[in-house]
């Protein structure tokens, strides 16, 4: 096979995607937060994977999960620290509604999301079917 041929294929596949909005969706798994004590500060192991994976900025998600628990956070490499011993459950249903409030767009079902500040407002702007839905 040459390679323009390769080329023509790979087009039309991305073509296809790109158009295809009803086809299946590809869900995030979130990975189960690596939480441990120490002292009366939480450590959260594998902090970072987050951001990443919900292509969101660290210092917003980090901002997010210390509000929704009332405390304190900082970034420390991989890894985030809370003052205050809090539980795993908290942080996976935390990340599970930031997921679902702010990175999945509702009227597709689709991650591949931005969001965008409109004078005092946030939207969500969906990448795949171009759909705008304010955050709460
Ligand atoms: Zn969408």
Request: glycine share 6%.
């Amino acid at each position: 096979m040459d390679s323009s041929y390769e080329q023509l294929l790979k087009r039309l596949r991305e073509g296809l995607g790109a158009s295809d909005v009803k086809g299946p969706v590809e869900r995030i798994e979130l990975p189960e937060p690596q939480i441990y004590w120490l002292g009366r500060k939480t450590i959260f192991r594998n902090f970072m994977e987050y951001p990443r994976i919900l292509r969101r900025d660290p210092d917003k998600v980090l901002m997010y999960l210390a509000k929704e628990l009332a405390t304190a956070a900082s970034l420390d490499g991989e890894r985030a620290i809370f003052i205050g011993r809090k539980d795993k459950g908290s942080f996976s249903a935390l990340l599970n509604r930031y997921m679902k409030e702010r990175v999945v767009c509702p009227i597709c079902g689709r991650p591949d999301t931005h969001t965008e500040k409109e004078k005092r407002l946030q939207f969500l702007v969906c990448e795949a079917c171009g759909a705008r839905s304010p955050i709460r």
